[in-house]
């Protein structure tokens, strides 16, 4: 087996996250017959499924030995495992309410690990030309900008950024309405939401936000870009305030540990 190069897996992420990107720009003025999914707001495109389908076959042809995790390739329900094996995650739009929208958050993910750890993360909206990627001990950029995450470490004078879940049950919508409310009411500066998590947490790395909370998530919703984030000097971890987990289907990201510790602190956890 030839010796795994972190380079060579960035450049074929980044080639793969910029040809799914093509296909997104093509579709992105047309109709799109979107397909429900687990929920009345969670959706599946014909251009999400195509996405997925180019990113496997250019990554099946490089490393036919490695794991692929693909949003669209994983049956509903099915559970996750992330072993030790290089293993290329993927999410082919991250945003997709967004893409049939039109409203311009939309990314297409990668992110590769082994031995569970994430390596390698790329996160591109092809709408905005926004190439965000990182090589574990390479630093994080925005194209050809060093990323640095922001050094607050106050909750009461940050800016977040928070999604409200695709999970519609009415205990889940009040956790996610009481966290809203208790970080407004702290008081911090604000609250966004881009409909699109791996960006959310890209707008940690590049420090346009402090931090961020997300809950409902896969882990193909937050791998790619949870390497962009450290890479950027931030921190990513568990609500717990351990080590991210990516089948926990959560993330807590900020610039610092303080604020990151903060976040944690205050939330109110989600049921399952
Ligand atoms: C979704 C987005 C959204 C988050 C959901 C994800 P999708 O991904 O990241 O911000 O709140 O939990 O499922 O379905 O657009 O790939
Ligand atoms: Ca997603
Ligand atoms: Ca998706």
């Not at 993927?90 to 569970?116: E, L, M, Q, Y």
Request: aromatic letters at 8%.
């Amino acid at each position: 087996m030839r010796q795994l190069s972190l380079s060579d897996c960035l450049s074929l992420s980044i080639q793969c996250a910029e040809e799914a990107g093509n296909l997104i720009l093509k579709a992105n003025d047309q109709a799109k017959i979107a397909q429900m999914k687990s929920s009345s707001s969670d959706f599946a495109t014909a251009t999400d499924k195509a996405c997925e389908e180019l990113i496997v076959t250019k990554i099946k042809n490089s490393y036919p030995e490695h794991h692929i995790i693909g949003e669209e390739s994983t049956a509903l329900g099915t559970e996750i495992t992330l072993t030790d094996s290089p293993t290329w995650i993927i999410d082919p739009i991250d945003g997709t309410t967004n893409f049939v929208h039109g409203f311009p958050f939309v990314a297409v993910c990668i992110g590769f690990s082994v031995k569970r750890e994430i390596k390698v993360g790329v996160v591109y909206n092809p709408i905005l030309k926004h190439l965000y990627f990182a090589k574990e001990g390479s630093g994080a950029y925005l194209n050809s900008t060093r990323l640095q995450a922001s050094s607050c470490t106050d909750l009461s004078r940050s800016l977040l950024v928070s999604e409200w879940s695709y999970d519609r049950r009415r205990d889940h919508l009040a956790c996610a309405q009481a966290n809203f409310t208790n970080f407004l009411m702290h008081p911090c500066h604000g609250i966004r939401s881009t409909g699109s998590s791996a960006l959310d947490l890209c707008l940690v790395a590049e420090g346009s936000v402090d931090g961020s909370w997300i809950f409902g998530l896969n882990i193909w919703d937050y791998a790619a870009a949870s390497i962009i984030v450290k890479e950027a000097n931030g921190v990513v971890m568990d609500v717990t305030g351990g080590p991210v987990d990516f089948l926990a289907k959560r993330v807590v990201a900020a610039g610092t540990r303080e604020l990151a510790l903060a976040l944690c602190e205050k939330l109110v956890e989600t049921p399952v």
